[in-house]
């Protein structure tokens, strides 16, 4: 028969002395501890002797109550662990358990982790792509009377819409442009703006960079109704602004009636009127937008002020019509004015066209330096692309140029009318002179440089295929500025930050110098104060001529 082994007590190891267990570094342990009772004699399964159930018992709460810790950091205990481990591996029942223990650990863990802030929604993540479709997809609605505008376009002949696609395929021969799916949308815009304002030419003009966002411009010609009912409202503000001087004269007369202080007899300069609409620096409209698919903004007419503080300063674009522009000179206006400003100095000096493609109306009007008006010539025929790059007298400007007055027509500021005339012959005053710009229609050939730079850079867009090739013209002095002549074909448009370049780096304007001081002299320098000694002896003086006055007296009266 098979008999047990028997264990000989006093040849165990010597983890059955508790001094030797001591020196080992653990046990005997203590009733409060976890593993009490583990290290008496008779616990060991291979032991026919059993323990006491008392001391079991305490032992295994012991364990269990150290196992039931909760940890500090995780918030979980080591009981809880082990039982969802072994939850999870009698309901999955893995193959080889014990190699991916630690696996199913983790797994465990991850379960059992949650946010802090688990009650609070989940924020939705908007793709990019959902935001642009989401922009674009009022381009792409078709409205109920665009219908009736096209067939009104055909009827007339011409339409109104320009085709930007065409034109972007052009400048891309030379790698100028904007991506085609922005051309596009660029074109479905100008569709938009055709169809909500009476517009009859309209023109892509081109694309300003700002800080924060940017500026997508069209040149428009609104319809001539349109134009007078613009003027009217103009009347009605000159009226309105009549009204209110006369009501500030009124209360001025009142004022006279009481003290005042002297006024002063300055007299500042006489302000340069704007050109009328349709004529010079205001001959086109202008809408901007940020992007294709939000609103199209009327820009406003532009001053001559506008224009000649423009020049004097150098600012980026923000991106925001109503945005301040802070500048020394100060700029009589807000971005959306300045915006304008700028438009009107970059097509006066970078729009051009084939010499001859447009010509005078009037044969009169070939020598008036004030003619604005010009059609096109039927008998044009388009130089080759070769002569329109090798020569710079194939273009011509058919934007007329601005005057350092700022308008492009000259106009005497200091006229007045009759009432006034004999104020006039009184006061004595140098008359300016009349300034003289170079004619419309003048080739860029007689464009004056800058430096060592030329003013204008042309070349065809490919020497490969020089039958098929596009003569490409860059404005030096207004980069990204070009225009493109392909037959009867040509085009001008601007992609840029609305700069001007200059060889030299900016510097602003000084402030004026300081006032010089009032001259001295004896009539307003104040006197020096007197000692007390100067003080004394001029009492003392004082004194003797009262007692000589009163003897005096005293004689007279004994003489009587």
Aim: hydrophobic share 30%.
């Amino acid at each position: 028969m098979d008999q047990s082994p028997e264990f000989d007590l006093s040849q165990e190891p010597e983890s059955a002395d508790p001094q030797d267990a001591y020196e080992r570094g653990h046990g005997p342990y203590q009733p409060h501890e976890p593993g009490y009772g583990l290290d008496q004699p008779g616990y060991s399964p291979y032991e026919d002797e059993i323990p006491d159930p008392q001391t079991r018992m305490l032992a295994i709460k012991n364990a269990k109550a150290y196992l039931l810790k909760t940890s500090t950091k995780s918030g979980l205990n080591l009981y809880d662990h082990f039982a969802n481990i072994l939850t999870k591996i009698l309901d999955e029942q893995p193959t080889n358990t014990v190699d991916i223990i630690e696996n199913i650990s983790k797994d465990v863990k991850w379960a059992q982790f949650r946010k802090k802030m688990d009650t609070l929604c989940d924020e939705h993540l908007v793709p990019p792509t959902f935001e642009a479709s989401e922009k674009y997809k009022a381009l792409f609605i078709k409205e109920d009377g665009e219908e009736e505008h096209e067939e009104l376009e055909e009827e007339m002949g011409q339409p109104s819409l320009p085709n930007v696609m065409e034109t972007a395929f052009y400048f891309e021969q030379a790698g100028i442009g904007l991506s085609k799916d922005e051309s596009y949308y660029i074109f479905l815009a100008l569709k938009n703006l055709i169809n909500l304002q009476p517009i009859q030419t309209c023109r892509f003009w081109g694309k300003i960079l700002g800080l924060e966002m940017n500026y997508i411009i069209a040149e428009v010609q609104l319809q001539e109704g349109e134009e007078e009912e613009e003027i009217g409202e103009e009347g009605e503000e000159i009226v309105e602004e009549g009204e209110k001087e006369m009501g500030e004269a009124e209360e001025d007369e009142q004022k006279e009636q009481e003290a005042e202080p002297p006024k002063s007899t300055y007299k500042p300069p006489p302000e340069i009127p704007k050109e009328a609409n349709g004529t010079g620096t205001n001959k086109y409209v202008y809408f901007v937008c940020n992007e294709p698919g939000t609103p199209w903004v009327k820009l406003p007419p532009v001053t001559p002020a506008q224009i000649v503080c423009a020049r004097k300063i150098k600012k980026f674009f923000t991106g925001w019509l109503n945005a301040p522009v802070v500048s020394f000179p100060p700029f009589p206006g807000n971005e959306a004015n300045y915006l304008r400003a700028q438009i009107a100095r970059i097509s006066a000096g970078t729009h051009v066209s084939p010499n001859g493609f447009y010509q005078f109306e009037n044969e009169d009007e070939e020598d008036d330096e004030g003619a604005d008006t010009y059609e096109e010539n039927p008998e044009f025929e388009p130089p080759p692309v070769a002569e329109m790059v090798e020569s710079l007298a194939t273009w011509a400007h058919h934007v007329k140029g601005i005057l350092k007055q700022g308008r492009c027509v000259w106009i005497n500021p200091s006229q007045k009318s009759e009432e006034n005339e004999e104020e006039e012959e009184e006061e004595e005053g140098e008359e300016q002179q009349e300034e003289r710009g170079p004619p419309l229609l003048t080739l860029i050939s007689e464009d004056e440089g800058m430096k060592d730079i030329p003013a204008w850079t042309a070349q065809a867009s490919t020497d490969l295929i020089p039958q098929y090739s596009v003569a490409i013209l860059q404005s030096n002095r207004w980069p990204g500025a070009y225009a493109f002549a392909s037959g009867r074909k040509f085009e001008n448009i601007y992609f840029g930050w609305g700069h001007k370049y200059s060889p030299e780096s900016h510097t602003p304007a000084l402030p004026p110098p300081a006032q010089a001081e009032f001259p001295s002299g004896p009539g307003i320098t104040e006197t020096v104060d007197p000692t007390v000694e100067e003080e004394m002896a001029f009492k003392a003086a004082q004194e003797e001529a009262l007692a000589e006055d009163e003897e005096g007296e005293n004689e007279e009266e004994e003489d009587d």
